[in-house]
């Protein structure tokens, strides 16, 4: 089993330059998330999708854009990327409509900009 | 949001167990708690949840207070490869705004 699959694993960008990190997972999951980690500190939530056709902010979503595609995929864009924005970024799904299903997690999306 | 706060960091020794607290006051009723880990350069991954009655799995037992604002991760052997950030959460239905605070770091002395 994939379980959600981040790409890319790794991108350098310059400052203004924009991107797009993708998300898919194969679990049948009803929400995904966006998080980012940066260097030391804990996850924070940037986007997430409670389920198709749906987003919502999270804590930090200045200088980002998100798109669920579909039930598997939820795409996290950059549209002028800056040097805070430097980080790892980790998408995740769950179930969702329940507090005891649990989330699963990519293997992260190292981002550089310099 | 209900909300839980736990110790930056921790240190025990190899082959001891280990309890890591989280103090989550704000809860409710129907608020399940769930510890998550992270090891060294990955995603983190699920270890363990509950919403009243103590749990128990192959990676670690959840102690939940009577009165649930509290709850204890408990590692019963430590290894090395236990050395990690653990994640104490809230997930309730109907909200699917799942945030995490800065975790414990657990260090494992050999």
């Known amino acids: 089993n994939a379980g959600v699959t981040q790409t890319p694993k790794f991108q350098v960008l310059k400052t203004g330059q924009s991107m797009t990190l993708q998300c898919a997972q194969d679990m049948n999951h009803n929400s995904m998330y966006w998080y980012r980690q940066d260097p030391g500190m804990g996850l924070r939530l940037i986007y997430y999708?409670?389920?198709?056709?749906?987003?919502d902010k999270g804590e930090v979503p200045n200088g980002y854009n998100v798109s669920r595609l579909n039930k598997r995929e939820f795409s996290l864009r950059l549209e002028s990327a800056a040097p805070s924005q430097t980080s790892v970024y980790f998408c995740a799904s769950t179930r969702g409509g329940s507090g005891a299903n649990v989330l699963t997690f990519g293997a992260g999306s190292r981002l550089t900009v310099l | 949001d209900a909300k839980t706060t736990q110790p930056n960091s921790m240190e025990s020794n190899e082959e001891e167990p280990v309890h890591l607290p989280c103090n989550h006051s704000?809860?409710?009723?129907?608020?399940?708690i769930h510890w998550y880990r992270q090891l060294p350069s990955q995603g983190p991954e699920y270890v363990i949840h509950g919403l009243t009655s103590n749990v128990n799995n192959r990676m670690a037992s959840l102690a939940i207070a009577e009165d649930r604002k509290s709850s204890t991760l408990i590692l019963h052997r430590a290894t090395l490869r236990d050395a990690a950030v653990y994640y104490c959460?809230?997930?309730?239905?109907?909200?699917?705004?799942?945030?995490f605070g800065t975790g414990t770091r657990l260090t494992i002395i050999p």
């Open positions: 704000t809860i409710s009723g129907t608020d399940y």
């Open positions: 959460i809230l997930s309730n239905f109907g909200n699917e705004k799942l945030t």
């Open positions: 999708s409670a389920s198709e056709g749906t987003t």
